[in-house]
Nanobody, 125 residues
Framework: QVQLVESGGGLVQAGGSLRLSCAAS????????IGWFRQTPGKEREFVAV???????AYADSMKGRFTIFRDNAKNTVYLQMNSLKPEDTAVYYC???????????????????WGQGTQVTVSS
């Protein structure tokens, strides 16, 4: 199975940018669809973005135009570039991979089987 490790979180001012990394080990990340989710205390994990093996991607509405998900297969890593950050983007961000097909349910965290440990993103106002 694949192991995922996130990095790149931190503290940034509103309007700033961060790039999160999701590095894979044990398997080639290109063999997996990879999703990003985020979670704040007391709330369920929220879908952020997904990139399929094909390279196609999808985003939650509130992230469109601000966030970009992309792969670097040579580095076995998927990235989430986050621009124009807002205080409401503050959360723990997780990357995840399903063990099989997701169909149209790519935005549901239950469809994902492998998760990283998360990285904290804090956006100050």
């Amino acid at each position: 199975q694949v192991q995922l490790v996130e990095s790149g979180g931190g503290l940034v001012q509103a309007g700033g940018s961060l790039r999160l990394s999701c590095a894979a080990s044990g398997r080639t990340i290109n063999n997996y669809h990879i999703g990003w989710f985020r979670q704040t205390p007391g709330k369920e994990r929220e879908f952020v973005a997904v990139i399929w093996r094909s390279g196609l991607s999808a985003y939650a509405d509130s992230m469109k135009g601000r966030f970009t998900i992309f792969r670097d297969n040579a580095k076995n890593t998927v990235y989430l570039q986050m621009n124009s950050l807002k205080p409401e983007d503050t959360a723990v961000y997780y990357c995840a991979a399903p063990s099989g097909a997701m169909g149209g349910s790519y935005y549901q965290s239950q469809r994902y089987d492998y998760w990283g440990q998360g990285t904290q993103v804090t956006v100050s106002s």
